[in-house]
């Protein structure tokens, strides 16, 4: 059995016949973290790989997340995210700043979040940028 099909059956996943293959630079780089930090390559790369999946299942929750809210709800957090306060969004958006507030407590629970700047570190790498408009 080879590196790879070790590491996914580590993982859970049924080894399939698949080969792998780096290229010359990440194979560098992983040979560097393995020596400085006294492991084995296949050590790294498996704690490597292993953190990019479970960032890819953050990823795909807070996608399913955003899915589930409304248009209004979308709308809110866009705004949150681009660092809008709730007045400047009840401002934006012609609605109360606490109908913002009810927004966004309905936002972070289905986030599974407690706190807006929660929510805007979960949403960091989304770009917002059509969302945005001039403040009034």
């Not at 492991?39 to 999946?53: F, H």
């Not at 807070?62 to 969004?89: D, G, H, K, M, P």
């Amino acid at each position: 059995m080879n590196f790879w099909d070790r590491l996914f059956q580590a993982l859970g996943f049924i080894p399939e016949q698949r080969t792998y293959h780096l290229d010359e630079q990440t194979r560098v780089t992983l040979r560097g973290i393995a020596r400085r930090e006294q492991r084995s390559e296949e050590d790294v790369a498996a704690e490597l790989i292993s953190y990019a999946l479970a960032q890819r299942q953050a990823v795909d929750l807070y996608f399913e997340s955003w899915e589930a809210l409304s248009s209004r709800e979308q709308e809110v957090t866009a705004l949150a995210c681009l660092n809008y306060t709730n007045q400047q969004i009840a401002a934006d958006l012609g609605i109360s700043p606490e109908t913002v507030k009810s927004h966004m407590r309905n936002i972070l629970t289905k986030f599974g979040l407690r706190r807006k700047s929660e929510l805007r570190t979960a949403l960091s790498s989304w770009d917002f940028s059509a969302w945005k408009r001039p403040l009034r």
